[in-house]
């Protein structure tokens, strides 16, 4: 049988289908993940990494037009010269963060749920610079809010009466 790209036999390797569907459960797991999270903790109080200081500033350095409130233009994110900005920051962290580049789901705007329309492929140092500026600017925290509307009632009434009900 002939060989293929890299002498890889293609009669014996995995169907790039099936390897396509992997990374899709990988990146659907993560999104799940990430989600219960915010849902469990508000986001302003949720560190991502042990570098979310740095990667935060990183950010505010190499991308001082970024604006974590505004929805994010995949075509200016993945032109060409998107690509090369976004290639130069996160070569930072190739050998800093674990699978810096692994495909990761990240949503378009802040003030949506994950959905079909508002999800966007990245790899996972796009995710975490964005999702940590959002955390930082409390942007996520909404999440829990709507998971936990009586707490976060609570919360209000005790900051509105200056102590908690009685």
Do not use: C
């Not at 508000?42 to 970024?66: A, C, V, W």
């Not at 999800?119 to 964005?130: N, S």
């Amino acid at each position: 049988m002939s060989q293929g790209l890299a002498g890889v036999n293609p009669d014996e390797s995995q169907n790039l289908e099936d390897i396509e569907k992997q990374f899709a459960v990988k990146a659907v797991q993560h999104m799940s993940t990430y989600w219960g999270l915010l849902e469990r903790m508000r986001g302003s109080q949720l560190r991502l990494t042990k570098m979310d200081d740095e990667i935060y500033e990183h950010l505010k350095n190499d991308f001082p037009e970024f604006d974590p409130r505004e929805t994010i233009v995949e075509d200016e994110m993945k032109s060409k010269s998107g690509k090369e900005r976004w290639r130069n920051f996160m070569m930072a962290y190739e050998k800093k963060v674990d699978d810096y580049n692994f495909g990761t789901l990240v949503r378009t705007n802040p003030k949506f749920e994950y959905g079909e329309k508002e999800t966007i492929f990245v790899p996972r140092m796009q995710f975490y610079a964005v999702e940590i500026a959002r955390n930082r600017h409390g942007l996520n925290d909404w999440i829990y809010e709507q998971k936990h509307p009586d707490e976060t009632k609570k919360e209000s009434e005790t900051s509105n009466n200056g102590s908690a009900p009685s």
